[in-house]
């Protein structure tokens, strides 16, 4: 198992197009977070998945955003019509259901929107 | 809504010295959990200690050790003999233990330490 997986790792594109990252948490790991992280911030909460039910969404998720996460394996995140504010690292995360406490983060997708 | 603050933008140490990472955090609520986070230069973020809110003893890993104040509410870090790999952001971050909720994290900005030698 070689932890938590994004793709792909930069994304460079137009105002107004769309894009989609994915993430692979570890095997077997039912809870599945985004989170997004801006310069200079820490990393801040988008939504989560047990499963393949989005159980949470952040009010920082507009109607742009969509994520999901089809029989509770990999997860998109998918960003319509972006803006230059979309700019950011796009972080997943995944976590035991039992027995852990501990999130493992995956590398990031960084999204600059020209 | 649960806050946590780092003060420290910036942090220097020396190779082989110890340095301490400050955090304060609020909440109304008397179970969570406490982290720290190491988020090397573009590289992903690792765990590195963890702390029960409902346990009086500080978690320490190895060279990483913290001070958990619960009254006040502050959770430093600090890493004793530090190396040159331990470089990178610091991030806090909190979680709450209630069940039926996300558990999401709530992060602080961030501290950024710079080893030298």
């Known amino acids: 198992d070689t932890g938590v997986s994004q793709d792909p790792r930069h994304k460079i594109t137009k105002r107004g197009q769309n894009v989609t990252f994915r993430c692979d948490p570890i095997s077997e790991h039912n809870r599945l977070y985004w989170y997004r992280q801006t310069l200079g911030q820490g990393p801040e909460f988008l939504t989560y998945f047990q499963n393949e039910a989005q159980l949470e969404k952040s009010r920082l998720l507009s109607d742009r955003f969509s994520a999901e996460r089809p029989k509770g394996s990999f997860s998109t995140l998918e960003i319509q019509r972006t803006e230059q504010g979309d700019s950011a690292m796009y972080l997943c995360?995944?976590?035991?259901?039992?027995?852990?406490?501990?999130?493992?983060f995956g590398p990031g997708t960084r999204l600059l929107v020209l | 809504a649960q806050t946590v603050t780092q003060s420290q933008p910036e942090m220097s140490v020396q190779e082989a010295e110890t340095v301490t990472l400050s955090c304060t955090y609020d909440?109304?609520?008397?179970?969570?959990?406490l982290f720290w986070y190491k988020q090397p230069p573009s590289r992903q973020m690792i765990l590195v200690i963890r702390?029960?809110?409902?346990?009086?003893q500080n978690a320490t890993e190895n060279r990483f050790s913290v001070n958990f104040q619960k009254a006040a509410k502050s959770f430093s870090l600090k890493i004793s003999d530090s190396q040159l790999g331990d470089a990178a952001m610091y991030f806090c971050?909190?979680?709450?233990?209630?069940?039926?909720?996300?558990?999401?994290?709530?992060f602080g900005t961030g501290t950024r330490l710079q080893v030298t030698l």
């Open positions: 909440t109304s609520e008397s179970d969570y959990y």
């Open positions: 702390q029960e809110a409902y346990k009086q």
């Open positions: 971050a909190y979680r709450s233990a209630h069940t039926g909720t996300a558990s999401k994290l709530t």
């Open positions: 995360a995944s976590r035991e259901s039992m027995g852990s406490e501990t999130q493992y």
